[in-house]
């Protein structure tokens, strides 16, 4: 299988439990046999597009802060979501995983996953609940 995995952070350059389990299970399942692609923000040095541990890497913009006044940065957000549109757009997946947070690029892959009719699944590390309103006040409605 020809498998995608999307989210802006990339193990081993951010840890994190999301970075650490999208490294985990693509290497394991490049080891048997698949092909597995993971797009993130480009945080390693050289080339956009590298070989890593059996996976191939595609750092689809530059790096920007993860964090802005200790919360994720909406502009990062955007910004790697809208430049992950052409990556996507000259492939060709058997299936996509996009991490569900930050929301913005689930939007960028579900077009894509319509145009091209492949399976996307949304993963959710985590359920924040009325968290939400604590970490972005009233706006938290949108993660709610």
Known sequence: MKIAFVYDAVY??????????IYELGR?????GNEV?????????GSEI???????LHGVCAPV???VNGRRS???????????LPYLSGERFDIIDA??????PCFTVKL????????????????????????????GFSGN
């Open 99 to 104: 991490s569900a947070f930050p929301y913005f």
């Open 28 to 32: 394991r399942l490049a080891w048997q």
């Open 65 to 67: 802060e993860l964090y």
């Open 12 to 21: 081993p350059w951010v840890k994190g439990g999301a970075e650490k389990r």
């Open 74 to 84: 909406i502009s990062e957000a955007v910004i790697f979501s809208l430049k992950l």
């Open 37 to 45: 692609h993971v797009f993130g923000v480009k945080w390693w040095e």
């Open 112 to 139: 894509i996953s319509i145009i091209k009719k492949i399976p996307l699944v949304v993963t959710w590390h985590e359920v924040w609940g009325n968290y939400w309103y604590e970490y972005i006040g009233w706006r």
């Open 50 to 56: 590298i070989e890593h541990e059996g996976m191939v």
